[in-house]
């Protein structure tokens, strides 16, 4: 069906391709997510073009036209990327698939010249409708009223979507995550999940067929993972994923030339409904990771730090009651941390990203008792990490502490503290000095304070004495009974040569 005619405004190189194509007697479209943002009134990250062009008719219009051929996927699945002026395009031919034992990738692909088949064939129904460049909208599985009704729905069965294509399982929670959407199907509806009158409670659960994720790649339900944590709803997107069973599902890598099945993210399953001490805490701590994502900048390391910093609470050995009979969960952080490093290095993480996230929440809990103590206790611990060998100079290690201080915020955000205004002013003023000191007050490698190895190279008489100098100046910096200023610098060289 054909909507309403709308003026969209497409970027001059599509509007060429969709141009060179309708000219010579093909359909042309813009399809997908592309659509879906303009409808959204949002900028699309992309355009994708779908035709009823085969991939030789369209390379033999578009080369022609000055666009270059930089992949054909031919055959297999009909995509042509072209690039020109910088920009690159995929070009689709419609086409119909048929699924069998691959949990991604069509058995078969067949060409189609029919748009709604082709529309047909794509996961949800707010990614499969269609635009011609006069400004209609192409909408056959009511897409546009799910938009409207902010609902994301496949397009027909889902448990059947799911079997063809397991990654739509991990999308349908990305797409939540992204845009705040409620996810509904007909088939398979549960009972409810989650902590009442929140904003991740959800009235109804779904079953989703989680067994097939097994023949996933890691790097695909990686990328996927990440797009969902960086959501704005992410909160959202995340109770979807924990509801379905899909953080208990199981992926593979392939080493050696053969597969090897490995957990995703089953460690978060206990969390769920897990009560916390209600002096503190206005969530259990399912919700309250939520709220705490949904509170903090949307940063991989911020994020994957608060979705797993609370990740050992209620474990045997953690949890506890205190003398009021509330649950405690006193060292949480350190077995927290403990389980990062094992999540991320088996999702295989870069090492740097997870050292980092690994350590933001080994610390995610030293702020607190810091709103009391003051400036003194912050130096020393400052102190300590700029000794500690965790990063190689000042810059990084200011760096790490705005991630931290980052984490400490949406962390508080998520207990009582989130409203009380003056409580937390106080944690900005905390995070705030913690940053200034850092900047000014800590550095950590020589070459972080204000006078040059050379400059105290030509103050000594014993030049095999550098680096002991400089280890000297570094520490007294340090501990801050020394400042960071040359002329200050430099008469410390002086006394310390005099004592030996």
């Not at 006193?330 to 389980?339: C, D, P, R, T, Y």
Request: hydrophobic fraction near 40%; charge should be neutral.
């Amino acid at each position: 069906m054909t909507a309403e005619n709308r003026q969209f405004l497409l970027p001059p190189i599509i509007n060429r391709i969709l141009t060179l194509l309708t000219e010579q007697g093909f359909a042309a479209y813009v399809v997908g997510g592309a659509v879906r943002d303009l409808l959204l009134g949002k900028t699309p990250g992309d355009f994708d073009v779908a035709t009823s062009a085969r991939p030789e008719s369209v390379i033999s219009i578009l080369e022609p036209a000055g666009f270059t051929v930089v992949g054909e996927l031919g055959q297999n699945f009909g995509v042509v990327v072209v690039h020109r002026d910088g920009q690159t395009v995929e070009i689709a031919t419609f086409r119909g698939e048929a699924y069998g034992g691959d949990a991604h990738k069509p058995e078969q692909v067949w060409y189609c010249d029919d748009l709604e088949a082709d529309l047909s064939r794509r996961d949800f129904t707010v990614n499969a409708m269609a635009l011609d460049q006069s400004g209609n909208v192409y909408d056959y599985h009511g897409g546009r009223q799910d938009l409207q009704q902010k609902i994301l729905r496949t397009v027909g069965d889902a448990p059947a979507r799911y079997r063809e294509d397991a990654l739509r399982m991990y999308r349908a929670c990305r797409f939540v995550g992204q845009l705040g959407f409620d996810y509904v199907q007909r088939q398979g509806a549960g009972p409810a999940f989650g902590q009442p009158q929140t904003p991740y409670y959800l009235p109804q659960s779904y079953s989703f067929p989680v067994s097939r994720s097994v023949g996933l790649s890691l790097e695909r339900v990686r990328t996927e993972l990440d797009k969902l944590l960086l959501g704005k709803w992410a909160g959202k997107g995340l109770m979807l994923l924990l509801a379905t069973g899909l953080a208990a599902g199981r992926c593979r890598v392939r080493e050696h030339g053969t597969y090897r099945e490995i957990d995703v993210l089953p460690e978060l399953e206990h969390l769920a409904g897990l009560p916390q001490n209600q002096r503190f805490h206005c969530y259990n701590a399912w919700e309250h990771t939520l709220a705490a994502i949904d509170n903090s900048p949307p940063q991989l390391a911020i994020r994957w730090a608060l979705l797993l910093h609370d990740v050992a609470k209620g474990l045997p050995g953690i949890r506890r009651l205190n003398k009021e009979g509330q649950p405690s969960d006193h060292g949480h952080e350190a077995e927290s941390a403990v389980m990062a490093e094992v999540i991320l290095s088996r999702l295989r993480y870069p090492a740097p990203f997870v050292q980092r996230v690994v350590w933001l929440v080994s610390r995610h809990m030293r702020f607190a008792p810091m709103l009391v103590t003051g400036e003194r206790t912050l130096l020393r611990w400052l102190r300590s990490e700029a000794a500690g060998g965790n990063f190689k100079d000042s810059h990084e290690m200011t760096a790490a502490f705005e991630q931290l201080v980052a984490v400490f915020l949406a962390d508080m955000g998520a207990t009582h503290a989130g409203k009380n205004t003056e409580l937390m002013a106080e944690g900005r003023a905390l995070g705030t000095a913690v940053l200034e000191l850092s900047r000014s007050k800590m550095p950590v490698h020589t070459k972080d304070l204000a006078i040059s190895g050379h400059d105290v190279l030509v103050l000594l008489e014993d030049k095999s004495k550098i680096r002991d100098a400089m280890r000297y100046l570094l520490q007294r910096v340090q501990s801050t009974n020394l400042p960071n200023e040359r002329s200050a610098l430099e008469e410390a060289v002086r006394g310390w040569q005099k004592r030996h």
